[in-house]
C-alpha cells in the first residue's frame, strides 16, 4: 500500500490495471480458498444466493435463468453449477411441466446445513476483519466495489458487442 501512495501521482493505467489484476488474483485464488474447505466458493454462492431468493419471494425454488442473471452466468455454466449441486446432494434440479417452462433448483437440508457451517467460518473471519479496517471503511469499500464492478461490467458487454 505504502509504493502505492508513494507512486500515486506517476501512476499511468498499466500499473493500476496490473496492480488490480494481481491483487485480485492473489486475494480469489489463495486467501478465499482457506475459508472454503468443505464447500467451493461457487458452490457457497449458489446456495447463499437460492437461500435469499427464498427468502426474499418465500418461494422454495429458484429458476435457472433467475440464478444466471443474479450472478451474471450463461446458462451451460449455470447447468454444469446445478449438475454439480444435485450430484453433491446440495439441491434437487426439477422442471416445470416437461422443462419447457423452465428448469429450477431446490435446496437440500444438507445444502442449507452446509451453506450455514459456511456462513458461521466466513462471518468469524470478517468479523475480525471488519474489526479491525473499521466497519464505515469496510461499508464503504462495498459499495465502491460495487460501482467498480458495475463499470467493469458495462466495459465488458460493450467489448462483447463489437
Avoid at 452466468?73 to 454439480?84: D, E, I, K, N, Y
Avoid at 426439477?94 to 442449507?112: A, F, S
Amino acid at each position: 500500500m505504502e509504493k502505492i501512495k508513494n507512486q500515486e501521482e506517476s501512476m499511468d493505467t498499466a500499473f493500476l490495471a496490473n496492480e488490480m489484476t494481481l491483487r485480485s488474483y492473489r486475494w480469489s485464488r489463495v486467501n478465499m480458498r482457506k475459508l472454503f474447505q468443505n464447500m467451493s466458493i461457487a458452490d457457497y454462492t449458489a446456495i447463499w444466493t437460492l437461500s435469499k431468493h427464498i427468502e426474499e419471494e418465500e418461494h422454495p425454488k429458484i429458476y435457472l435463468k433467475d440464478i444466471s442473471e443474479k450472478l451474471k452466468l450463461a446458462m451451460p455454466r449455470v447447468s454444469a453449477m446445478a449438475r454439480g449441486l444435485q450430484e453433491k446432494g446440495l439441491v434437487h434440479w426439477k422442471h416445470d411441466g416437461k422443462g419447457e417452462k423452465g428448469t429450477y433448483i431446490q435446496i437440500t437440508e444438507n445444502g442449507l446445513q452446509q451453506a450455514k457451517e459456511q456462513q458461521e467460518r466466513i462471518k468469524e473471519f470478517y468479523q475480525t476483519v471488519i474489526e479491525q479496517f473499521g466497519k464505515e471503511r469496510f461499508i464503504r469499500l462495498l459499495q465502491e466495489m460495487g460501482e467498480l464492478e458495475e463499470i467493469m461490467s458495462q466495459e465488458m458487454e460493450k467489448r462483447d458487442k463489437k
